[in-house]
């Protein structure tokens, strides 16, 4: 029998206050959207295009490291110039994204039951707030911070500033997310963490590294 996303997050967070989502991957559905426009960049630089599944298993940040697998020459177009170049292409389709399954009924459910949650991304701000703002999603959540650069690096120092800003403590606050970078933002914050395998990272490489991890549907 199927469960629901609410019960698999109620069983995993096991009566915290306050949860730090993260956005893409995690409540925004796109990643065969960010297989796509990537796909149009790799094609521009007669570079081998990818699928899904390959994708889940490369994906990786720093994004950075990502580029470098997918075998882009940054003498040939700076590293800066491609991040920019994707976060516009994928801006000007998410308005056809949908939501995870089951994210906005999860995200009312828990803001009802008086739960504090904030989004914390590596999506640079203006970016993000446009995102939340579409889905009608500002209400649910106290804080949104996002990064202030397009080149999509690590969360970290956002992370300590939102924990402070919260003035939750540590030991009632988890961080949900679907990529091994969410979990050392978590390790580096000193707050729990549960993953999910429906995003931009495989199910495989997020048990090899967590055991609170839930499995896509």
């Known amino acids: 029998m199927r469960h629901h996303l609410i019960d698999d997050i109620h069983n995993a967070i096991s009566g915290k206050k306050h949860i730090i989502w993260d956005w893409n991957g995690t409540l925004l559905n796109d990643v065969d959207h960010a297989v796509s426009v990537m796909n149009s960049i790799l094609k521009e630089h007669d570079l081998a295009l990818i699928n899904k599944a390959l994708y889940r298993k490369i994906f990786d940040f720093p994004v950075l490291k990502y580029y470098e697998q997918l075998g882009f020459d940054f003498k040939k177009e700076s590293f800066e110039n491609l991040c920019h170049k994707f976060v516009d292409r994928f801006m000007s389709g998410f308005q056809q994204l949908p939501l995870i399954p089951e994210a906005k009924s999860v995200l009312t459910q828990l803001h009802k039951e ?8 590596a999506t640079d701000q203006p970016n993000l707030d446009s995102m939340i703002e579409h889905f009608e999603l500002k209400d649910v959540f106290k804080f949104v911070y996002g990064i202030d650069n397009k080149l999509a690096g690590s969360k970290i120092n956002r992370g300590h500033s939102l ?5 939750i403590d540590k030991s009632h606050t988890v961080i949900i997310g679907d990529t091994l970078h969410d979990l050392e933002v978590a390790e580096a914050l000193g707050i729990d963490a549960v993953l999910i395998s429906h995003g931009h990272q495989c199910y495989s490489r997020l048990t090899a590294r967590h055991d609170k991890v839930i499995e896509a549907q």
């Open 163 to 167: 924990i402070q800003a919260s003035m």
């Open 114 to 121: 008086g739960v504090s949650q904030s989004v914390l991304s």
